[in-house]
């Protein structure tokens, strides 16, 4: 009767976690997000926003760590985290993690044919004062998933960089091209999605930069320029 009882709450349990917070992971490396089915908002209160931002970090290979690499999301960079939106028809929180393209602070994008076994994750609002405690993905029905990763092409390729202007080449014109700029410390300055043409980096102080182009999320290349 003892076993009994501690299923039911097990199960019970199990349930509850999984109202407020909910990860699925998909095919290749993707897990979709869902948290506040029902205003449980017992994990984080968003109170009121209408955004909530998801800090990660993960243990690529927890068995052995001298095969272990740590990637890690910058706290203080908001604009690089994993983002859920209010969906009012659904009336909660959904968003895509996708491991394929995210680049983690320092550590950049996770290499191709990687098994994610788990992960932990802060949710926070964008100012970061505050959070929720620290979760394990696990506990919240996340199950191991492989990166398909991306294709690196030459730069030269996709953009070209002239009077301080980032143009796309012709032939990507009609692609899917987003566009980041790290200093050569690793911070993200500058961050432009679904760019049509040209970037103007006039702005920008005289220094060295590097040029991270995704294109239609499947493809990337890296560019080094001096403004």
Avoid: C
């Amino acid at each position: 009767m003892k076993k009994f009882t501690i299923l039911i709450i097990a199960i019970a349990f199990a349930q509850f976690s999984f109202g407020q917070l909910s990860l699925t992971s998909q095919a290749n490396g993707t897990v979709s997000v869902e948290y506040g089915a029902n205003n449980d908002y017992s994990l984080y209160d968003p109170q009121g926003d209408t955004q909530i931002y998801i800090y990660m970090w993960i243990d690529t290979n927890q068995t052995n760590p001298a095969l272990s690499t740590m990637y890690n999301d910058d706290w203080n960079d908001a604009a690089g985290l994993v983002v859920l939106d209010y969906d009012t028809n659904a009336q909660k929180f959904t968003g895509t993690i996708d491991f394929n393209t995210h680049d983690f602070s320092g550590e950049g994008i996770i290499p191709n044919g990687t098994q994610i076994n788990d992960f932990n994750l802060i949710l926070r609002n964008q100012a970061g004062n505050r959070q929720s405690a620290d979760l394990l993905a696990s506990n919240y029905g996340f199950q191991p998933t492989t990166t398909a990763g991306l294709i690196e092409l030459s730069a030269s390729e996709v953009i070209h960089f002239t009077d301080r202007q980032l143009f796309i080449n012709p032939e990507y014109l009609h692609q899917n091209i987003d566009i980041q700029l790290f200093n050569m410390e690793g911070k993200l300055i500058m961050q432009k999605n679904n760019l049509k043409k040209s970037l103007n980096l006039s702005s920008l102080t005289h220094e060295v930069f590097i040029i991270k182009v995704i294109i239609d999320n499947q493809k990337y290349a890296i560019m080094k320029i001096v403004l």
